[in-house]
């Protein structure tokens, strides 16, 4: 059973910056692509973040190009979404999804998501 645990996640002001970061149990993280996914109060689901398996491809929404950076450290097990410069649009339940097949914002293709952590940045 291949569980994932978010953490990381709390209250920020405009400008600050946050690290989430995903931790993968019960199989090699180095077989899966990750994603970050976030959804706010009243909103759809959405992509903001991804990274392959071998570290050597990311893909950002174009809301967060240049301010986050996803990362992935397979030896530990985990992925990770620095966040700097951070905005209260980014206010939102951040989600890790993992998948062997996945990639980018096709929600439906990742097999396995984490719970989630709350981001909210205050003006």
């Known amino acids: 059973q291949v569980q994932l645990v978010e953490s990381g996640g709390g209250t920020v002001q405009a400008g600050g910056s946050l690290r989430l970061s995903c931790a993968v149990s019960?199989?090699?993280?180095?077989?899966?692509?990750v994603a970050w996914f976030r959804q706010a109060p009243g909103k759809e689901r959405e992509f903001v973040a991804a990274?392959?398996?071998?570290?050597?491809?990311?893909n950002y929404v174009d809301s967060v190009e240049g301010r986050f950076t996803i990362s992935r450290d397979n030896a530990k097990n985990t992925v990770y979404l620095q966040m700097n410069s951070l905005k209260p649009e980014d206010t939102a339940v951040y989600y890790c999804?993992?998948?062997?097949?996945?990639?980018?914002?096709?929600?439906?293709?990742?097999?396995?998501w984490g719970q989630g952590t709350q981001v909210t940045v205050s003006s």
């Open positions: 990274i392959n398996w071998f570290a050597s491809s990311t």
């Open positions: 999804a993992a998948g062997p097949y996945a990639w980018g914002p096709a929600a439906e293709k990742y097999d396995y």
């Open positions: 019960g199989s090699m993280i180095s077989r899966y692509n």
